[in-house]
């Protein structure tokens, strides 16, 4: 089956775009393209600088313009027809481009284009085997209203042209020319006891009628496939012809290659996700996993698919030389918009990958498109990705692909370096979209560590709005045992900014663990020791009560969470955080073990 990128809007599109969306402006999107060319070697940024498409071999008609394209207004879908009538030689269709024509200018432009994963063969048309190859394009165009699609009227027979065909035919006449009489014969499989001398549409219906032995298909590598009709005559088409639109079914959110936009996290329609690994993906080179539960000899035991939760390690270069690596997030925006701190895709992250598409030994690769860091310096762009290749063994191989932005410079670049890691892979299913609870639900109240039951969540957290925000006691203490008294105390905020965590979405995931240590920020020490205030109870819960006084005789410093996890389960949490303060004793450290509770659990809003 064939398969096709997100589209590309060239510069020049993007500028039409652009001014149609400001109302400055109305354009006509005119005809459609391919080629055989390979353009998988070019940039993102080579390809949005196209004015035409590279060595054209046949135009295709515009058949329509698509109304599936729900609460956009800025989204046209442009259905294209090609086949392999009068093409002499096969070719791969490569890559598909769309023009356009602003009013008032004569000049086409080539306004965006598809480029394929998997491209579809175009055979020739020697044998007289008609094949046809429909792709949906959708494109941005600013405003709906200030675009106009050219159907190619050639593409469907309307209601009149079919009507005055009709009125033309003589129903009395007989097949005169010989020649086609015996193309009839010969072609369409007459039996002895059909007679030419019946009239024309009596004769041309029972040899069409006779004809339909089924479909032969023809793949990118030349393999031939026969479709036979059942035994009522009927010919099922595959399921898979259906899905020529480059992936994705929502416009909004097109898919990149395999990687596709199966659904709302937000709004719950991404259900029963389960941990399948968690670590991270060596950036350096393939790493192996395995499951931690049978996915099925072929990827059959994950319901609709895999999802991959991953980052993007950032190594700076400066003249040649490797310097600092750091953590960058991604940020998954369609529309390419830049967010600082964040490297920007077009692709779907986390990413989500169907679990047909998986076949053993055979590479899957995602890259992440888009403008990044929006870094204006640069002369050498690659956009990262990785590769994932389900093996025999049931482990999966994760392939990084380095993406770079530098400055090309001949005596040592100056840039980046961007390595896609994997930290999670978990399955995922699909479902309606659901009710969202507010932020004033409280899914827990009270003061617990280790397992909390959660209270209104759904079981794999769809309903939890973005995501669960969990607020820690003020004071982290000294407790004579885990529900004992309380002995010695700091604030909270002595040593971490805030006692509110949030855990975002796309990690509650079943069996996740989030390291709470990476989620709490440590307040700095400009000694590079942090030594929090403490307060002992000098009454030991007395008859008195509490009695909390500032201990100065022995000086605590923080060194760190010995135990920061939370594990997600079945609408439920498991969280334990135990922060290190010790007191030094000459060379020893020493002290009781702290813990620090959580009091509540609730849904957050972005």
């Known amino acids: 089956m064939s398969k096709y990128n997100e589209t590309i809007l060239t510069a020049g599109g993007l500028d039409l775009a652009t001014r149609a969306a400001n109302g400055k402006t109305k354009f006509t999107i005119t005809k459609a393209t391919a080629t055989a060319d390979d353009l998988t070697t070019m940039s993102e940024t080579d390809l949005q600088n196209l004015i035409v498409l590279p060595n054209e071999v046949q135009t295709g008609s515009i058949t329509n313009q698509t109304e599936n394209v729900p609460t956009s207004k800025s989204v046209v879908g442009t259905e294209i027809l090609f086949t392999n009538q009068g093409i002499d030689k096969g070719y791969l269709v490569n890559a598909v481009g769309l023009y356009a024509k602003e009013d008032g200018k004569d000049e086409e432009i080539l306004y965006a284009l598809n480029t394929a994963v998997e491209p579809e063969f175009m055979p020739d ?136 936009y199966p659904g709302s996290l937000a709004n719950g329609e991404i259900t029963e996700r389960h941990c399948l690994w968690q670590g991270n993906s060596d950036p350096t080179q393939i790493t192996n996993v395995s499951f931690s539960q049978d996915v099925g000899a072929k990827m059959d035991r994950v319901g609709e698919g895999l999802t991959f939760l991953l980052y993007i390690q950032r190594t700076a270069i400066n003249k040649g030389l490797k310097g600092d690596a750091v953590k960058l997030p991604f940020n998954y925006d369609p529309n390419n918009l830049a967010k600082e701190g964040y490297y920007t895709t077009t692709a779907p992250v986390p990413s989500y990958i169907r ?80 009710q969202q609870l507010p932020a004033s639900i409280n899914f827990f ?115 760190g969470f010995d135990i920061s996890k939370l594990i997600i389960n079945k609408a439920s949490i498991s969280i334990n955080v135990v922060p290190n303060l010790k007191y030094s004793v000459g060379s020893l450290w020493q002290g009781s073990t702290w813990s620090w509770n959580a009091v509540k659990v609730s849904p957050y809003k972005n």
């Open 355 to 434: 679990a047909k598409s998986f076949e053993v030994d055979k590479e899957q690769v995602v890259t992440y498109n888009g403008i990044g860091e929006n870094l204006t310096t640069i002369k050498n762009h690659q956009s990262p990705g990785v590769g994932f290749t389900f093996k025999a063994d049931k482990t999966m191989d994760i392939r990084p692909i380095q993406g770079f932005d530098n400055d090309g410079a001949a005596d040592g670049i100056t840039g980046y370096t961007y390595d896609v890691v994997v930290e999670v892979i978990a399955d995922y299913s699909i479902q309606t979209a659901v």
């Open 125 to 260: 048309f020697a044998d007289q085997v008609l094949l046809q190859f429909r792709i949906t394009m959708y494109v941005i165009v600013g405003r709906t209203e200030n675009v106009t699609v050219t159907i190619d009227p050639s593409g469907m027979a309307s209601k009149d042209y079919v009507n005055t065909k009709i009125a033309e035919i003589d129903v009395n006449d007989k097949i005169q020319d010989e020649d086609i009489a015996k193309k009839l014969q010969n072609k369409l499989v007459y039996t002895d006891n059909k007679s030419q001398d019946k009239n024309v549409m009596t004769q041309v219906a029972e040899a069409l009628g006779s004809a339909v032995y089924g479909f032969k298909t023809i793949d990118k590598d030349g393999n031939v496939t026969s479709i036979l009709p059942d035994s009522d005559s009927l010919v099922t088409l595959p399921g898979e012809w259906n899905n020529n639109t480059g992936g994705s079914t929502d416009p909004d959110h097109p898919a990149a290659g395999v990687d596709i």
């Open 445 to 559: 109240t009270g003061s617990a560590s280790g397992d909390i039951a959660l209270s209104g969540v759904s079981d794999f957290f769809e309903n939890s709005m973005d995501g669960i925000e969990i607020t820690m006691e003020d004071y982290m203490y000294i407790r004579s045992s885990p529900s004992g008294t309380l002995q010695e105390r700091t604030l909270a905020t002595n040593i971490v900014e805030s006692p509110i965590i949030r855990i975002p979405k796309d990690k509650l995931i079943q069996g996740i663990n989030n390291n709470m240590s990476f989620k709490l920020k440590v307040i700095a020490s400009e000694t590079g020791k942090l030594q929090p205030p403490i307060s002992t109870d000098n009454n030991k819960l007395g008859a008195s009560g509490v009695n909390w006084q500032v201990n100065g005789s022995t000086s605590y410093y923080f060194l």
